[in-house]
């Protein structure tokens, strides 16, 4: 299609030119990774929150004096002002599937310059103005989205005094982050909090083995763990390891769930412990994202500081766990209890804390 025109297109994965093919204008397309309808579901719009790879690429290429048209790809209306802003112009293209080239048809004219075909979409919803907009109707009292219910541009607008207004190039990039009460998080506090399920499971050579626990007791080669009265009846977990190989106890979800509000806010996986005899050998708590992503924090040396039998605080703070790459967008497992040694240890009120960093007793190496 370009080629047709006498033009020519080059596919460049991370936006990387040479200076002698400088590019008259790149196409960016970016969006969203695959999630589950309704276990996809997010309290905060904001696109790559935490981690806006692409937004950076769109600078990179306007600081270079690109002009830039994005094609934005996603299921659903997100919070996208920054990359707006980054943009000459901002196609909302949905999920096309193999469709690519009905988007390359509408963006690119004939080789005489005339419109192949033009943009006709509408929003069928209306855009929202902020990441926390999470729900915004055409007959709310104080409805004030972004881009309104039947929104859409069209090629002819250009010239057309009665279309719709254009967006500016400096509209708010404030998240309003500061200014959201984030609430406490249980994980586990008297019980196993949804969409959470405890397994027990261990590692022996390359067998990985696993099962829900289902009783009040229950054992594999490795690991048992029994529940325990702290404060009420089985408010606790009481949990043994043999030594024997690699054993642990872990938080785990059928889906991946957003928590990188907690991360934003400055918080740690805090959780009561109550060491039964003396540490010899690593004690880890580790959390895993959506695909190969697993990290892990020993926390033997404090456990070792502690009183025997006596019932202790223990904050992580959750950098800890960003800087060895796990995406807080994407947890399938917040909480894993793992050790190869012999380890006597009991557990209750794992729970994340949001602005307690401060009081993190176990802090990034």
């Known amino acids: 299609m370009v080629s047709a025109s006498g033009g020519s297109a080059v596919l460049s994965v991370d936006g990387q030119f040479d200076a002698a093919n400088k590019p008259d204008v790149a196409i960016v397309v970016f969006g969203e990774e695959p999630y589950a309808e309704g276990n996809g579901d997010i309290d905060n719009l904001e696109y790559q929150r935490g981690n806006k790879r692409d937004l950076a690429l769109l600078h990179k290429l306007k600081a270079a004096g690109v002009p830039v048209v994005s094609v934005f790809i996603s299921g659903r209306p997100l919070w996208v002002n920054p990359e707006l802003n980054a943009s000459d112009a901002f196609v909302a293209a949905w999920l096309p599937g193999s469709e690519g080239s009905g988007i ?106 696993m099962e829900p626990i289902a009783s009040s007791t229950q054992s594999n080669d490795v690991v048992t763990i029994k529940t325990l009265d702290k404060q009420v009846q089985e408010d606790a977990r009481h949990v043994s390891f043999n030594g024997k190989a690699l054993g642990f106890v872990s938080l785990q979800g059928n889906f991946p769930e957003d928590l990188r509000a907690y991360l934003a806010s400055k918080s740690v996986l805090s959780m009561q412990v109550k060491v039964g005899s003396s540490i010899t050998a690593p004690v880890n708590v580790g959390m895993t994202c959506e695909g190969d992503c ?72």
């Open 104 to 209: 390359a048809e509408v963006l690119f004219t004939q080789a005489n310059g005339d419109v192949q075909y033009d943009f006709n979409g509408k929003l069928s919803f209306s855009w929202p103005s902020t990441p926390q907009q999470t729900q915004v109707n055409v007959h709310d009292s104080d409805y004030s989205p972004l881009l309104p219910y039947g929104y859409g541009l069209s090629y002819a607008d250009k010239a057309d005094s009665t279309a719709p207004a254009l967006l500016s190039n400096r509209l708010s990039e404030d998240n309003f982050s500061e200014q959201v009460q984030l609430s406490q998080k249980p994980l586990f506090e008297r019980a196993v909090k949804a969409p959470w399920k405890m397994l027990i499971g261990s590692v022996q050579g390359d067998k990985v083995s």
């Open 294 to 365: 697993r990290a892990h924090v020993d926390i033997s040396p404090r456990l070792s500081a502690l009183n025997l039998d006596t019932w202790s605080e223990l904050n992580i703070d959750l950098t800890c766990y960003q800087g060895q790459g796990i995406d807080f967008g994407k947890i399938i497992s917040p909480f894993t209890l793992s050790s190869s040694g012999v380890v006597d240890i009991s557990f209750s009120d794992i729970i994340l804390k949001p602005k307690t960093m401060n009081m993190a007793s176990v802090e990034c190496p």
